[in-house]
C-alpha cells in the first residue's frame, strides 16, 4: 500500500483513538511500515472487544466459521491481526491451518473449493502484510485447492457443545432439481439450538419431523436426546435421496444413538389418517415449512390431522420455528391455524448461541395445540 495510504490510515486510527494512546516513539525501522502502523492502531485501541479475545477463541471461530461456510467478513480478521502483531512467529497462522483446510474433517468432508480458495487467499494476504517470510505451507494448501475441480456437492459441518461434528452434504447452488431442500436454511440452525437446549422435550418420545431436507435438526435431536424414535419426513425425491446419505454418514454406528431412525416419504397434498396413526408420534416439530402461500393450507390440514392423532390418549406436542421472510405469508399461516381451530403460542425462552448464522434475521419458534 502507498506510504500516503498508511499516514491516512494512522490519522484515522489516531482520531479514533483519541491520540491518548498512541506511542509515537516506536521507531518504524525496525519492522515493515505496514505493521508498525498497525502496532500503533492497535495500542490506542486496547479498549475494543476483539482485545479481549484470546488466542484460543480466535482460533476456534475461525474453525466454527469455517466448516459452516459463513461469510469471510465475520472472521474475526481484526483479532488475528492484532494476534500476530503481538509475536515474532506465524504459528497463530498454522494453527488456524491445521483447525481447518488441513484438518482431518475437511479432508474427508470438505466446504466448497471455491470457498476454501477465497478462504485461504484472505489468509495469506493478511499473512503478507504482516509477516516478513513467506509461509511455505499456505501457498501449498491454495495450490492444492487451484488444483482441484469444482464438484456440485460440499460439505459444512457443524460442531456441536460436545465436541462431536455433525457432517452435512449440500448443494453449492441454493436452489437445484426443483427444490430448496438441499441446503440447510437459517430457521434449522435455530431448531437445532433450541434442541440442544431442551432435550427434555424429546425424552423417550416418538419424534416426527416435517420438511427435513438434509437433516440438521433431526440428526441434531438424535444425537443428544434419549429419544424412543425419530422419523424424518420430506417428498422430493432427490432431497430423500441426500437426506439417507446423511443421516448413514452421521448417524451409523454412533455410540450415542441408541434411537430406532427412519425416513418416511410424506405427501402433505396426500397423506392419509391411517399413515399418520401409523407412525404414532407424540412430539412434532418442522423448521422452515413456511414459506409458500401456496402450502399453507394442507401443511395446516396436516397439523390439525396429527394433533387429532392421539398417543396414549394425549395430544402431541408440535413445534415449528419459522424464518419470517415474507410477513404476510406467516400471517397468513397463522390465520389459518385460527380457522382450523388451532391455537399457537410464541416461544420466547433464549435460545444459546452455537452455530453461526444471520442473527439479525426474524426467527420465530412457536408451540401449537388444540
Not at 25 to 36: F, G, I, K, R, V
Not at 149 to 163: F, H, I, R, S
Request: charged share 20%; with cysteine; hydrophobic share 40%.
Amino acid at each position: 500500500m502507498p506510504v500516503c495510504h498508511w499516514i491516512r490510515a494512522l490519522s484515522i486510527a489516531a482520531s479514533d483513538c483519541c491520540m491518548q494512546s498512541l506511542h509515537l516513539y516506536l521507531e518504524p525501522s525496525t519492522m515493515p511500515l505496514e505493521q508498525w502502523v498497525l502496532s500503533v492502531f492497535w495500542q490506542g485501541n486496547e479498549g475494543e472487544e476483539m482485545s479481549h479475545k484470546t488466542r484460543k477463541d480466535v482460533v476456534h471461530t475461525f474453525q466454527v466459521n469455517f466448516f459452516t461456510m459463513s461469510l469471510l467478513n465475520t472472521f474475526p480478521w481484526d483479532s488475528l491481526d492484532k494476534e500476530m502483531m503481538t509475536t515474532t512467529t506465524s504459528d497463530i497462522i498454522v494453527e488456524i491451518l491445521q483447525k481447518t483446510c488441513l484438518h482431518p474433517i475437511c479432508l474427508k468432508n470438505p466446504p466448497s473449493l471455491k470457498y476454501r480458495r477465497r478462504f485461504l487467499t484472505e489468509l495469506i494476504k493478511r499473512h503478507e502484510m504482516l509477516a516478513a517470510e513467506p509461509l511455505d505451507v499456505l501457498y501449498e494448501a491454495l495450490g492444492e485447492v487451484m488444483c482441484a475441480q469444482e464438484k456440485d456437492k460440499c460439505y459444512k459441518t457443524y460442531l456441536l457443545p460436545t465436541g462431536d461434528a455433525v457432517s452435512l452434504a449440500e448443494n453449492v447452488a441454493l436452489i437445484s432439481q426443483g427444490t430448496t431442500g438441499l441446503v440447510t436454511w437459517e430457521a434449522a440452525l435455530y431448531l437445532s439450538e433450541w434442541a440442544l437446549e431442551n432435550t427434555h422435550i424429546f425424552k423417550n418420545k416418538t419424534v416426527l419431523e416435517l420438511g427435513s431436507g438434509i437433516g440438521l435438526a433431526g440428526i441434531v435431536v438424535c444425537r443428544s436426546s434419549s429419544l424412543t424414535k425419530y422419523i424424518f419426513s420430506d417428498c422430493h425425491q432427490t432431497v430423500l435421496q441426500r437426506l439417507k446419505a446423511n443421516i448413514t454418514n452421521c448417524l451409523t454406528n454412533c455410540d450415542d444413538n441408541s434411537a430406532s431412525v427412519c425416513v418416511e416419504e410424506l405427501d402433505w397434498e396426500n397423506v392419509s389418517d391411517e399413515q399418520l396413526q401409523r407412525i404414532q408420534a407424540n412430539t412434532i416439530i418442522a423448521a422452515d415449512v413456511v414459506y409458500d402461500p401456496d402450502v399453507i393450507a394442507c401443511l395446516v390440514r396436516l397439523l390439525s390431522m396429527l394433533l387429532n392423532c392421539k398417543v396414549q390418549e394425549k395430544h402431541p406436542n408440535v413445534y415449528i420455528a419459522s424464518t419470517v421472510r415474507n410477513p404476510q405469508t406467516y400471517d397468513s399461516f397463522k390465520k389459518e391455524l385460527e380457522m382450523s381451530g388451532l391455537r399457537h403460542v410464541i416461544m420466547k425462552d433464549p435460545v444459546p448461541q452455537v452455530f453461526p448464522y444471520n442473527r439479525p434475521s426474524t426467527i420465530e419458534m412457536i408451540k401449537i395445540y388444540v
